[in-house]
Nanobody, 120 residues
Framework: QVQLVESGGGLVQAGGSLRLSCAAS????????MAWFRQAPGKQRELVAR???????NYADSVKGRFTVLRDNAKNIMYLQLNSLKPEDTAVYYC??????????????WGQGTQVTVSS
């Protein structure tokens, strides 16, 4: 019913930048909060950044001042700008959205993830 597709991952040197995108499609009536999570090998998935439909944001302490989350409500797209990347930012980054579908169901939707690798 709802699909989230991430893009923009890749390999970058420490200090570099990337921009991730998450496009939502399907039977969407409204999207409440959207978020980026990440999971490094051997570690639990963690919240990186969250943005509400009103553009309120919150970030993990480890990325504050380096990452910026944005969204285009009209296009149902969320972005994550990653600056000053560090090797410890290496992970699979997942998009998450709280979606109210056209069938009046509130669902928690996930993308398949995009790999970000930061070399030292």
């Amino acid at each position: 019913q709802v699909q989230l597709v991430e893009s923009g991952g890749g390999l970058v040197q420490a200090g570099g930048s990337l921009r991730l995108s998450c496009a939502a499609s399907g039977s969407i009536l409204n999207i409440n909060s959207m978020a980026w999570f990440r999971q490094a090998p051997g570690k639990q998935r963690e919240l990186v950044a969250r943005i509400t439909s009103g553009a309120d944001t919150n970030y993990a302490d480890s990325v504050k001042g380096r990452f910026t989350v944005l969204r285009d409500n009209a296009k149902n797209i969320m972005y994550l700008q990653l600056n000053s990347l560090k090797p410890e930012d290496t992970a699979v980054y997942y998009c998450n959205a709280q979606v109210l579908t056209s069938f009046m169901r509130l669902i928690d939707s996930w993308g398949q993830g995009t790999q970000v690798t930061v070399s030292s």
